[in-house]
């Protein structure tokens, strides 16, 4: 679904742009990524909207085909978010355990509390990270918003996956430039 609007309060979620992985190969340039989602961070700040800074520091437990990541031989700061975000003492930070930032967090009331009843996701990674909250957040009710510009993947196949087949069922889908163009609407 194409982007048509945001709702009065609108939450940014970024997922998961921390030390450990923005250094990873991704389908696209990670400083792009980082680059856009401080766009929508300071655009969201502007408006004293809600921003998410979700880091992950494990993951699911259960038994699985694929290797896991020990852990324990990440380095040190691993987990802390990149600078470039331009951390704010108000910014809600959520750590996360498993793929998607509202299991087994209290984002959700956070952001109830807050009356938001629309996010927006961007962040690492398309087909784990950031699909798996916007499908959280969908199943928990929430309008999703897609910033197909502002999230990457290890993986192209799973990026182009994730944006042909699975986003369009979610929510809108729309570019950083676009969303901030809605919010600027709303505040002219």
């Given amino acids: 679904m194409a982007l048509t609007t945001l709702d009065p309060v609108t939450a940014l979620v970024v997922i998961d742009l921390q030390k450990g992985l923005v250094g990873m190969a991704c389908a696209h340039p990670i400083a792009d990524v980082v680059a856009r989602a401080r766009a929508l961070a300071d655009a969201f700040r502007a408006r004293d909207l809600p921003v998410v800074l979700v880091n ?95 999230m990457t993947d290890t993986r192209a196949a799973a990026h182009d996956y994730s944006l042909a087949h699975v986003f369009p069922r979610l929510g809108e889908i729309g570019r950083t430039e676009d969303i901030i163009a809605l919010l600027e609407r709303r505040t002219a």
């Fill in 56 to 150: 992950v520091t494990g993951g699911a437990p259960g038994r699985t085909e694929a290797p896991r990541r020990d852990m324990a031989a990440l380095p040190a700061d691993f987990a802390e978010l990149v600078p470039e975000l331009g951390q704010r003492p108000g910014d809600i930070c959520v750590t996360k355990r498993t793929w998607g930032a509202f299991a087994g967090t209290d984002l959700a009331a956070q952001l109830r509390a807050l009356g938001v009843t629309q996010v927006v996701v961007v962040g690492v990674a398309t087909g784990t990270g950031v699909e798996s909250t916007a499908r959280q957040a969908y199943e928990l009710g929430f309008n999703v918003t897609l910033a197909i510009d502002a």
